[in-house]
């Protein structure tokens, strides 16, 4: 497992945009997968969109396809997650996650290492 510190949270106008931070500890964060989950009052936590180990391959939960980007600098042991033209359906709180292996993993319950969770609120 590694240990994930996400920032970059916060209040934006609809329309607007945020990015996300996920800082991993440890060496061998080149090694895991890296996915963003939200989670908003009362309903599931939801795959957002995902990266590989590599960075090469991304996937995006169609909600947020061509408006979100997730990419990654292992040198930096960061996992960003750009986020553009902001709905207020999008306001949750936002989780990295992380995983051991190379591919893009969407299930939830793949995942062993999570952040803690910065809260994204967007304005009408």
């Known amino acids: 497992q590694v240990q994930l510190v996400e920032s970059g949270g916060g209040l934006v106008q609809a329309g607007g945009s945020l990015r996300l931070s996920c800082a991993a500890s440890?060496?061998?964060?080149?090694?895991?997968?890296v996915g963003w989950f939200r989670q908003a009052p009362g309903k599931e936590r939801d795959f957002v969109t995902g990266?590989?180990?590599?960075?090469?391959?991304?996937d995006d939960a169609a909600s947020v396809k061509g408006r979100f980007t997730i990419s990654r600098d292992n040198a930096k042991n960061t996992v960003y997650l750009e986020m553009n033209s902001l709905k207020p359906e999008a306001t949750a709180v936002y989780y990295c996650?992380?995983?051991?292996?190379?591919?893009?993993?969407?299930?939830?319950?793949?995942?062993?290492?999570w952040g803690q969770g910065p809260q994204v609120t967007v304005s009408s």
């Open positions: 440890g060496r061998t964060f080149s090694t895991y997968a």
């Open positions: 996650a992380a995983v051991r292996t190379p591919g893009i993993v969407v299930v939830r319950s793949s995942y062993d290492s």
């Open positions: 990266i590989s180990r590599s960075g090469v391959s991304t």
